[in-house]
Structure formats: structure tokens, C-alpha cells
T-cell receptor, first 117, second 110 residues
Framework: GAVVSQHPSWVICKSGTSVKIECRSL??????MFWYRQFPKQSLMLMAT?????????EQGVEKDKFLINHASLTLSTLTVTSAHPEDSSFYIC?????????????FGAGTRLSVL | QKEVEQDPGPLSVPEGAIVSLNCTYS??????FMWYRQYSRKGPELLMY????GNKEDGRFTAQVDKSSKYISLFIRDSQPSDSATYLC??????????FGAGTTVTVRA
């Protein structure tokens, strides 16, 4: 149980285009999902907290107009990198949080490697 | 100062050795302490989760938390080549946000 699927696993795009990444909880409902960014040989940095049916909460320094987050259902959150540039190239990872007594456990997707040319 | 500091490594050990991984933290509000394993270009996988000070065992893994010293450890007994990965400590307060250490890369040599 507690499987989180992230798609695509790898995407290459041209500078100036937008890329959408999907995060799905396959066997549980996730009121809250989180989006992280990870640079090579560095740890995960939280970008934003995504709550179903409401606006995402962004961490300090993260441009909300550049990283659009939508959490339209209890099993799906999407991250859209708008007008991507080479400096946006990174590993993006989502996680989903179960409600109830397991609320403190986050289950992670496999990540999406974004390469912007 | 970072909220979570993790021994940087890398660590290289022979098969069968005990691996010791450590993190310190500064935020007294952290309530939950986790260890994740991450293989290259994959998402983190939860290994151990603890709430209180003390030890918790799960197979070859032992997690230790000392809240008074703000120090956590993970021990891997009888290490196997398949344990080669990056290990991340992570901590969470009442806001349910995770703060990660930088990770320690472990290589277990056959």
C-alpha cells in the first residue's frame, strides 16, 4: 500500500516551454501533497505544500507564478514549470500524506528529471 | 546554521560491517524522526520512523533518537551490497513539513 506514482520520470524540453508533472496517490486519498526539488548531490528542498481544493502554500524564495501547482482531487496534484529555463533543470519529487493517524508519514514518488535545453 | 546537519560521508564499508549514520538538529519543535533511503535518480523510500527518544529496531536496521542531545542515528547491521545508497535523515514538527539532512552516500563493497 501507500504508493505514489509520478509522471513523467524524465522530460527534456526547450527553453521557454512549459512542462507539467503529475503526482498521484494510487491506493489512498491524499489531502496534502508536497513538491520538492533536488539538485545533484544535495538534499530535498521543499518547494510548496499542495492542499486539495485550495491554493498551494509556497516556501520562501519559490516563485509561485513559475511553479504552478494544482491539487484538483484527493489523488492528483500537478506541478507546471512555466517558461522553463536551463536553471530550472533539476530533479522534482512529490510526496503524499495520508490522513488520520499516519498523517506524519509522507510517501514519495520516484521523481521527475527535468532537463531544459 | 541549517536546521538539520548530517555527517556528509561518503562511507565505504566491506560487506558484513556495521554502518553508522548520524544527524544533529537545532529545532526543538521537531517531533518525528525518519530515515529515508534513496537510490540514484529515484524518490526517497521510508526506512524507519520514530517519535520518542530511544531505540527502534526493524530487522538489520536500528534507529536511535536522543532528544536531549538533539541527535539521531541509524545503524545497519550485516550490511549488504544492496544497502549501497544515499541515506537521508528527516525531521518533522507539528506543521507536518519535512526537513532533510544533506544525505550520506554509503557503498558496501562485496
Amino acid at each position: 500500500g501507500a504508493v505514489v506514482s509520478q509522471h513523467p520520470s524524465w522530460v527534456i524540453c526547450k527553453s521557454g516551454t512549459s512542462v507539467k508533472i503529475e503526482c498521484r496517490s494510487l491506493d489512498f486519498q491524499a489531502t496534502t501533497m508536497f513538491w520538492y526539488r533536488q539538485f545533484p548531490k544535495q538534499s530535498l528542498m521543499l518547494m510548496a505544500t499542495s492542499n486539495e481544493g485550495s491554493k498551494a502554500t509556497y516556501e520562501q524564495g519559490v516563485e509561485k507564478d513559475k511553479f504552478l501547482i494544482n491539487h484538483a482531487s484527493l489523488t492528483l496534484s500537478t506541478l507546471t514549470v512555466t517558461s522553463a529555463h536551463p536553471e530550472d533543470s533539476s530533479f522534482y519529487i512529490c510526496s503524499a500524506q495520508q490522513e488520520g493517524i499516519a498523517k506524519n508519514i509522507q510517501y514519495f514518488g520516484a521523481g521527475t528529471r527535468l532537463s531544459v535545453l | 546554521q541549517k536546521e538539520v546537519e548530517q555527517d556528509p560521508g561518503p562511507l565505504s564499508v566491506p560487506e558484513g560491517a556495521i554502518v553508522s549514520l548520524n544527524c544533529t538538529y537545532s529545532n526543538s519543535a521537531f517531533q518525528y524522526f525518519m530515515w529515508y533511503r534513496q537510490y540514484s535518480r529515484k524518490g526517497p523510500e521510508l526506512l524507519m520512523y520514530t517519535y520518542s527518544s530511544g531505540n527502534k529496531e526493524d530487522g538489520r536496521f536500528t534507529a536511535q533518537v536522543d532528544k536531549s542531545s538533539k541527535y539521531i542515528s541509524l545503524f545497519i547491521r550485516d550490511s549488504q551490497p544492496s544497502d549501497s545508497a544515499t541515506y537521508l535523515c528527516a525531521m518533522m514538527g507539528s506543521d507536518y513539513k519535512l526537513s532533510f539532512g544533506a544525505g550520506t552516500t554509503v557503498t558496501v563493497r562485496a
